[in-house]
């Protein structure tokens, strides 16, 4: 079905300007391995998060979180836990398994719809998971940065366990007006897929304060070579050519303006929509937004909404739906106590489209669709 309004329209930079950037890659003979594109792009990728801070590209996010977990963790033996939402996308699951670990699903609270601290902290406390839970995959849901981040930071400390962070969709977002997504726990992980709001294609990044876990995650992705190119550590091959990041360097020329628009959007939504009946993600409002996260607040009226929507031409998504447990290949695996908030968000949510210039016709269209509803 072609829908008027698409639940995703990336701007991606023309086509003049990326030819006279292939230009450059043939005329250097420079197209992958760390050329001067990738290392502009991964210096702007940490920059951007912050002074401290070193950007690792990947060729896309879920290697960027298999290397990311390798390089804080190891590789694990398959006995031992990572605790992780089941309300997220499937890498951060297969990420873990690949590394050797095994996910532990921790239910969410219903505000931000993050992993609940309340939950983990009675699974690192329960004697039956003692020395068995190694690593804490926290995710951003949606890209939005959660306000309680500084909690998760101090578990972290307090039980030395490293805290991983899949923010794969919130490259731009914000924890606060002061604080960076990208700056909080051991690594953070963005997604450039075409999808999220700072698009490429295909591409990811892993954001790091610790120089040695960087050289790391630049190691694994590339074989797990030395400067020597000598194997020093399990790798495999996970580099960002130069294409992709010169695509990412046009992108930031215009990324300040896409946020901009995409959070007036966001605003516009808030506004207009029934408060009654809808609930919008909180601090949605300091990301960059792949897409707007609400809440049906009476779920039995979820998917007659989701029809509404879809029978004017407005493409909607219900992420995470289903969650993770619920899907074939996680659905053996543990769940710390039962899922509660998980199930009844997933049964709830509904997934608005926000573009680059999203056109005003269309979140009108879709206001009033939903306020009607
Ligand atoms: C998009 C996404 C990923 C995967 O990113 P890729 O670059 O496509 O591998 C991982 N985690 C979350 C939460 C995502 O939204």
Redesign the pocket.
Known sequence: MKYNVPFIKPSFPSAEKISRDYELILSSNWFTNFGPFEKKFANKVGEYVGNDYTGVTFS????A?IATILATLGKGDGTKYILLPSF??A??AHAIIWCGYKPLFIDIERIGLHMDIKVAKAALEDKNFERKIVGILF?NSFGVGATNIDEWEELSKSMDLPLII?S??GFGSQYTEEKMVGSAGAVEVF???A??PFAIG???ASVTRNKAIADKLYSVQNFGFDKNKNATGLGFNAKMQELNAAIGLRQFESFKDTLINRRKTFRQYLSILDKKKYTLQHNAELASLCFAAVIVNDTTKRDKVLSALKEVGVEVKTYYSPTLHEQKYFSSLKCYSPLYNTQQISNSILSLPIHDNMREQDIDLITTTLNNN
Not at 60 to 63: Q, S, V
């Open positions: 896309n996010a879920t290697a979180l997220t996308f890498a951060g995710c899949d794969a969709a997604s450039f897929h999808t999220k295909e591409g990811g």
